[in-house]
């Protein structure tokens, strides 16, 4: 893919958000609850997971959350489930510069994955890796060091950040203890189940971390019911 033009901003905010097919708390479709919880959280960046390719109007699903907002859309898809591909996608505002699809499945497990999108600004190259890691901590474990892995791998950014549903229960598990050393602490804001969050799923590292400014989960109404998990948005300056 081309690089993109160079764009001119100095701090871009990301929000993180686990959509559960746009099916919300009360068993509903609803794309529509979706793309104003996306909206209220106005966010430059938006790393989804959980999109799966539903019908919306004649519209796929990502295709409509994106035109909602008027984001380009990237996709990573993980498996087919109901002969619809599923999977992550990140809506971005700028222009994206490349695009990779990590494969970080384990046999016998839920298939996974990650999207490693780059912007080109000002400032410099800006990385985001969006995933979703799997149920069982040992899966959680090989998929982490296939990450860090492939970011030593990778020539670094001079912005780079890593989010995503990753499904940790435990607060010092070792995959969150990895993260953290690679990247410096992430902040945890609870954001699963959406209606009374109690564990912090949902993650956002940074790195340098001096350049990220705030972290929340994004709560309101509409994202108590909209998805089982809440936003977790940050604002990040640019170096």
Sequence with gaps: MAAAARLTVSVIRLCSYNI??????????????IAAVIEETGSDIVALQEVEHHDVGGEDLPDYLARCGGYHLSLGPTQVRFDRPYGNALLSRLPV???RRLDISIPGREPRG????????DAGRLRIINTHLGLLPGERRQQ?????????????ADLTLVTGDINEWFLWGRPIRWLNRHFERATAVRTFPAGWPLLALDRIWVKPRQQLLSVQAHRSVASRVASDHLPVCARVSLP
Excluded: K, N
């Design 114 to 121: 990650a999207l490693d999108v780059e912007f080109q600004l």
């Design 144 to 156: 982490v060091q296939q990450l860090l892995a492939h970011l030593e791998a990778t020539e670094p």
């Design 20 to 33: 559960h097919g746009a099916i919300g708390t009360d068993g509903r479709f609803d794309a529509a609850r």
């Design 97 to 99: 510069g490349s695009l």
